[in-house]
């Protein structure tokens, strides 16, 4: 069964600051990973995704994310905060079985100080 | 190009009640699948329509039930409301019903059970 967990429910950083998301997986097999944003009262976009290409991943709005797979790993990076990144970030991973059923972390609230 | 659509935004109903969420799929995608987010939580995997057939469910019971329709778009049902179904509904939509394949969200349907 496949599984995502988000270390840090809550994370504030400094506008410009870098901003790092965790997020580590448990798979059976090779997985494909995602991470979307939220904001509020909307539905979820998404960021960037793994698909066992490239290990670094680079996404929308400066985001980019490193497969690590030694360490079951997927964090979400960015150089610099800008105070439009605050959201709530989840993490999701899904299986090659036939549907893309994606399995979602609890989420990151992202907070930028001024 | 058009994005996912979901219908209505906002609901009210009581326990006991039934309710229909509905959800249009971007253009040229076949496959739809539902969410719910509970408040302050990663959306859990309610079930997977591809062409039409269910093609996946999560854990949740049977009151939940859906439907896919030729043009792809699709509609949620749930019987028999719980206060516990209070939550954000999420439709998603794909090209291809494989585990790399980007779903793209809709806004979503707030629905509360009083």
């Known amino acids: 069964a496949q599984s995502v967990t988000q270390l840090g429910s809550h994370v504030s950083v400094s506008e410009g600051a870098l901003v790092l998301l965790r997020c580590n997986y448990s798979?059976?097999?090779?997985?494909?990973l995602f991470w979307y944003v939220q904001y509020p009262n909307q539905g979820l976009q998404l960021l960037l995704k793994?698909?066992?290409?490239?290990?670094l991943v680079k996404g929308i709005n400066g985001f980019e994310a490193e497969f690590k797979k030694s360490e079951t790993s997927f964090h979400l990076t960015k150089p610099s905060a800008h105070m439009s990144d605050a959201a709530e970030y989840f993490c999701?991973?899904?299986?090659?079985?036939?549907?893309?059923?994606?399995?979602f972390g609890t989420g990151t609230r992202l907070t930028i100080i001024p | 190009e058009t994005g996912v659509t979901q219908s209505p935004t906002h609901l009210i109903k009581t326990r006991g009640q039934q309710v229909t969420l509905r959800c249009s799929s971007q253009?040229?995608?076949?496959?739809v699948s539902w969410y719910q987010q509970a408040l302050g939580q990663g959306p859990q995997f309610i079930f997977q329509?591809?062409?039409?057939?269910?093609?996946g469910r999560g854990n949740f019971p049977p009151r939940f039930s859906g439907l896919q329709f030729p043009n792809y778009s699709s509609e949620l049902n749930v019987n028999a409301l719980e206060l516990d179904d209070s939550a954000l509904y999420l439709c998603?939509?794909?090209?291809?019903?494989?585990?790399?394949?980007?779903?793209?969200f809709g806004p979503g349907t707030r629905l509360t059970v009083l």
């Open positions: 998603a939509s794909s090209s291809q019903g494989g585990g790399a394949d980007t779903q793209y």
């Open positions: 798979s059976s097999v090779p997985p494909y």
């Open positions: 793994y698909t066992s290409a490239a290990t």
């Open positions: 999701a991973v899904s299986e090659n079985f036939g549907n893309e059923k994606l399995t």
């Open positions: 253009s040229g995608h076949n496959t």
């Open positions: 329509y591809y062409r039409e057939e269910e093609n």
